[in-house]
């Protein structure tokens, strides 16, 4: 018998856990420990796999001329399409204004959230670990990344009776890193089906009331969201390397999936590198500077949420900002989805930042926790899809043939 493809078995478990965790929300429990445990699986590869893919891939580079440009372009389109998403969801929540006259009461206990993130200026501080182990068995992504940047070009300097066992030991590591990564993969519908029946049932009993109370906001994010995820992000692929963007989303099927389920860039990024690689044909050298690096600080869906959020918040209450203000908010929405980690939540929490530098109410982010559950997963699976094109943007750009 020919086995299904691996995103029809997923596409199955989403929708079996749906159902079943909508009828059987007593009883998720026997099986929310498959997703734990999947994504456990996920997080234990993560430091080894990021580590070892930038080093042979800055190895791999050779120059410093061919880092600096790959940088240069990596940053370049990080940047651009991070500020077009953040645009888009300014522009978004101007058309609908979802918050304008909403009584979604506003008496609410407020909600303490710790301003986790820390300022921009902090975030860039800690990019320089004090310690790499420390660094390592934290997964302190950006520490990782800054530390592996180093030491692969450092290792490219020194003479070739070192740098040749480095540079093949390093590959081995990776090598083995993917095909731990791959057998993992092949419990992705298991572990999604864990997952997302435990939301699901803890969502059940006001998920109508939910949708109704906030629709508006929703739609201003989701759709801000489709616009920049199936509108803008295709047309730059198009026009900046040729590439077929339908191909390329049904190569990218199975980590755009499991972010959704996931909500986490980080836990997505063994299943994205495998995809750009193996399915879209993307080079390791590209594949190991783009995505590690993207799945931290790359985060378009984030950027647009941010914006929708903030002015949201500003329209709950009342307050009317001026254009500078709004440009304002486009501007630190964009640094805060760079500071933001790659993890559940991680944009909620930073969205106290945007909310301090303007002087908004706090309070604001308790009205939109009911939906945050919901719009993570959409705004983390457009933050993943923003990597995965600008890899293969950049790879063409580089002058290789690409499967998309
Ligand atoms: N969950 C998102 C991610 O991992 C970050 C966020 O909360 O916006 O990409």
Sequence with gaps: MKRIKLHWQILIALVLSI????????????????????????????????????VSGV?????????????????GYYLLTSLIAAVIGLLSVNIFRPGVGADLGLTEEGVVLEAGAGT????LMNIIPTNIFQALAQTDMLSIIFFAILFGFFATRVGPKYRDPLDKGFNAVFEVMMRLTMFIIRFAPLGI?????????????????????????????????????????????????GINARKHFKAMSVPLLTAFTTSSSSATLPLAMEAVELRAGVSKKV????????????????????????????????IELSLIQQVIV?????????????????????????????GLPLEGV???????????????????????????????????????
Excluded at 64 to 70: C, D, K, P, S, V
Excluded at 204 to 231: E, K, P, Q, T
């Design 59 to 75: 190895l791999g580079l050779g120059s410093a001329q061919n880092l600096g440009r790959m940088s240069g372009k990596t940053f």
């Design 193 to 241: 089906f864990g997952i997302v029946s435990g939301i699901v049932a803890e969502q059940a009993h006001d998920l109508l009331s939910i949708f109704s109370r906030m629709g508006l906001y929703m739609v201003a994010v989701i759709l801000g969201l489709l616009i920049h995820a199936f509108v803008v992000l295709p047309l730059l692929m198009k026009y900046l390397g």
């Design 287 to 318: 594949t190991s500077f783009v995505l590690p690096l993207g799945a931290t600080v790359n985060m378009n869906g984030t950027a647009l949420y941010e914006c929708v959020s903030v002015l949201f918040i500003a329209q709950a209450y009342g």
């Design 366 to 404: 308790g009205l939109i926790l009911a939906v945050e559950r919901i719009l993570d997963m959409f705004r983390t699976s457009v933050n993943v899809w923003s990597d995965t094109c600008g890899a293969v943007i950049i790879a063409k750009s580089e002058g290789e043939t690409l499967l998309v």
């Design 19 to 54: 159902i079943f965790g909508y009828f059987f929300t007593d009883h998720v429990e026997y099986v929310t420990w498959m997703g734990d445990l999947f994504l456990r699986a996920l997080q234990m590869i993560i430091a080894p796999l990021i580590f070892s893919s930038i």
């Design 120 to 123: 921009f200026g902090q975030t």
């Design 330 to 358: 486009v501007m630190t929405a964009l640094l805060a989805s760079i500071g933001a980690a790659g993890i559940p939540m991680a944009g909620l929490v930073v969205i106290t930042i945007i909310l301090s530098v303007l």
